[in-house]
């Protein structure tokens, strides 16, 4: 799968914008509307979890493409909202509440050639996307860590239990995270 990353948002989180081997384009995470601007096609748009730096983006790509929208089962797309009082202007609360949600998928579905990893801690519904030799990871793990354990939802329990799945992922699994740059899964973990 050919892999470009983009960061837009606030936050500047990382959008991934994934060329199936069957010619079909995958959004992942994408951050805001201005992500259009790299986009000349998008089949179908993934979301790790559903904070507002990586989703402000899904109404744009969605209403211009047509594209369905999934998220895990298990999000819970309120709390990620709250997670952000005190951040979020009145627009981005608005453009977060108009979000249509047209599917959602479990631990172990595949969708376009990536198994879904159910990887709850940063949100009750994380979930990272693995293909061959890659996954998306969205705020899971970075190059240099792994993602904020205060919100609504979080649990330091279940991301112990995550990061322990993570760390059983080939040597040489490249990580696109939904923050900062890329690096191999041995980097992150130290084998």
Same mark, same amino acid.
């Not at 790509?61 to 797309?77: I, N, Q, T, W, Y």
């Not at 047209?102 to 990893?117: A, M, P, Y």
């Given at each position: 799968?050919?892999?470009?990353?983009?960061?837009?948002?606030c936050l500047?989180?990382?959008?991934?914008?994934?060329?199936t081997p069957?010619?079909?384009?995958?959004?992942?995470?994408?951050?805001?509307?201005?992500?259009?601007?790299?986009?000349d096609?998008?089949?179908?748009?993934?979301?790790?979890h559903?904070?507002l730096?990586?989703?402000l983006?899904?109404?744009a790509?969605? $209403?211009?493409?047509g594209?369905?929208?999934?998220? +895990? %089962?298990?999000? #819970? /797309?309120?709390?990620? @909202?709250e997670?952000?009082?005190?951040?979020?202007?009145?627009s981005?609360?608005?453009?977060?509440r108009?979000?249509r949600?047209?599917g959602?998928?479990?631990?172990g579905?595949?969708?376009?050639?990536?198994?879904v990893?159910?990887?709850?801690?940063?949100?009750?519904g994380?979930?990272?996307f693995?293909?061959?030799?890659?996954?998306?990871?969205?705020?899971?793990i970075?190059?240099? $860590?792994?993602?904020?354990?205060?919100?609504?939802? +979080? %649990?330091?329990? #279940? /991301?112990?239990?995550? @990061?322990?799945k993570?760390?059983n992922?080939?040597?040489?699994?490249?990580?696109?995270?939904?923050?900062?740059?890329?690096?191999?899964?041995?980097?992150?973990?130290?084998?």
């Amino acid at each position: 799968m050919k892999v470009r990353v983009v960061g837009c948002g606030c936050l500047n989180a990382n959008c991934c914008i994934v060329e199936t081997p069957r010619d079909k384009t995958i959004v992942i995470d994408p951050g805001a509307p201005e992500i259009l601007d790299s986009l000349d096609r998008a089949d179908l748009i993934l979301l790790t979890h559903a904070h507002l730096d990586h989703v402000l983006g899904v109404n744009a790509v969605a $209403g211009r493409f047509g594209c369905p929208v999934l998220v +895990s %089962s298990k999000e #819970d /797309m309120e709390a990620c @909202l709250e997670d952000f009082n005190g951040y979020a202007d009145q627009s981005m609360i608005d453009e977060f509440r108009a979000i249509r949600i047209t599917g959602f998928f479990n631990d172990g579905d595949e969708i376009e050639g990536l198994k879904v990893i159910s990887t709850p801690g940063h949100t009750i519904g994380s979930s990272c996307f693995l293909g061959e030799g890659q996954i998306f990871t969205g705020d899971t793990i970075f190059a240099h $860590g792994y993602g904020r354990l205060d919100f609504k939802t +979080s %649990s330091a329990s #279940d /991301m112990l239990n995550s @990061l322990r799945k993570l760390r059983n992922l080939p040597k040489g699994t490249i990580i696109y995270p939904g923050h900062d740059g890329q690096a191999r899964i041995e980097d992150v973990f130290y084998f």
